[in-house]
């Protein structure tokens, strides 16, 4: 298959008259500027590649706006927490791919291609496990299969309720896993869709709060593929607290000292970093994984974006709770709380003449397909023909400049989502439509 695009966003920017000749396994082989759109498929708009999806709990989507009730005490991450807990406590393996599948459509429309599923809910809501261990895990990939997306998926370790030890609670008796429980469910997984292009199965860490020592040490090194391994880490104060307390050291800081943090890692959110985490964290080559609208939501506070990219750091992007499932809102909101927090405008651009939507799309998309495991990010050859082809036939995308597109496309459209999708080399949503 080849492709035409009078204007495409390349690894080295914008360039004119680009042919992209696409392999039938969906792969890249061949990136032409200048080309000519003899009998090709031509593009009708600026063409960029697709967004990879880099943390997201599907089923908390089922909740999303239903927490913004003030009750009888300050509301809080904690308080939210409860419930989070309760949703999860009614959610079977049927009515999950239903609600994921319905989920994922809806991140395919708004520009995502792939999702990583950060996924903790195993057992079933009585806290015993399923004849099929990883059956809820199966509902999540099908879901993702089903609505054409791309798909990490990442079951989750979680064994206590606090980083001192305490045992589980009876509302967290769903997520109960032992190390040995965790990759037997990945280890079954994998051999399920072993082959399958558009899933790959890593393994996660709910937390250190949810996670001991020792357990994280063996499933951090328990993966000879080398395939993405996530975790949660200083999302909120109190748990920088709560971990100092408990190994001595700040959650970031342990994972640095303790384990060989590599390009395979993404740390979630990692909100609540000192200078010397945030620069030893950028050394690497891990990617942190920012979900701005859940972190505003749940009033987390904000991550130290500008340092850490001068630094050369990693990133990616997420909807983790599903408040928003649009790429372009979460790339907003990760400039615009820097821009309230330091008074300061093109905060993300960190060299004279730099586009801030250039530099915020670009480092998402590359960071975000590393954290899934997937060679997609960018249009190049070797990389999946994962993209976007945005809608320019009116509003601020209308005759904009190249150097202007992705500004305005973060920035300054008010229905930010891509006209035409595409997943491995098939079109996935056509004029604003899923086709799943």
């Keep these: 298959m080849r492709l035409f695009a009078a204007m495409a966003f390349l690894p080295g920017g914008w360039a004119p008259d680009v042919g992209l000749e696409v392999a039938p396994d969906g792969t890249i082989v061949e990136v032409q500027v200048g080309a000519e759109p003899g009998d090709t498929e031509v593009l009708d708009g600026p063409v960029l590649a697709g967004m990879p999806n880099l943390h997201a709990h599907a089923f908390q989507r089922a909740m999303a706006g239903s927490a913004e009730r003030r009750g009888a005490a300050d509301e809080d991450f904690w308080l939210w927490r409860g419930a989070m807990y309760a949703l999860a406590g009614t959610i079977e393996p049927d009515g999950l791919y239903e609600l994921a599948r319905g989920v994922y459509r809806e991140m395919l429309v708004a520009g995502y291609t792939a999702v990583a599923e950060f996924h903790y809910v195993h057992r079933d809501p009585r806290g015993a496990w399923y004849a099929d261990k990883a059956a809820t895990g199966r509902a999540l990939i099908e879901a993702a299969k089903d609505a054409g997306l791309a798909i990490a998926l990442l079951p989750a370790l979680y064994m206590q309720a606090d980083a001192a030890g305490t045992p589980l609670a009876p509302r967290q008796r769903r997520f109960a896993t032992s190390v040995d429980e965790l990759l037997a469910i990945r280890d079954a997984l994998r051999d399920a869709y072993d082959g399958d292009d558009d899933v790959v199965v890593g393994t996660a860490a709910h937390s250190l709060r949810a996670v001991s020592a020792a357990a994280l040490d063996a499933l951090a090194d328990d993966d000879a593929r080398g395939a993405p391994f996530h975790i949660h880490v200083a999302e909120q104060e109190r748990e920088v607290a709560e971990v100092l307390a408990a190994t ?131 249009l190049a050859p070797g990389r999946r023909a994962d993209l976007v082809v945005l809608d320019d036939r009116h509003g601020p995308l209308a005759g904009a400049p190249p150097g202007e597109v992705l500004d305005r496309y973060l920035f300054a459209t008010d229905r930010a989502a891509p006209r035409h999708v595409m997943v491995r080399g098939r079109w996935r949503v056509r004029d604003g439509v899923a086709l799943r």
Excluded: K
């Design 248 to 378: 001595g050291m700040r959650p970031v800081q342990f994972l640095l000292e303790r384990h060989h943090v590599d390009a395979r890692w993404c740390l979630v959110h990692a909100t609540h970093v000192d200078d010397a985490e945030r620069a030893a964290l950028a050394r690497t080559g891990a990617v942190v994984g920012l979900a701005p609208t859940t972190e505003a939501n749940l009033g987390d506070g904000l991550f130290p974006l500008r340092a850490y990219l001068a630094d050369g750091g990693a990133l990616g992007i997420g909807s983790d709770s599903n408040v928003s499932l649009s790429p372009v809102e979460e790339l907003r909101w990760l400039e615009y709380g820097q821009r309230l927090a330091t008074r300061r405008r093109v905060v993300a651009a960190t060299v004279d003449g730099e586009s801030c939507g250039e530099v915020l799309y670009a480092r998402a998309a590359v960071g975000g397909a590393q954290a899934c495991g997937f060679a997609a990010g960018a």
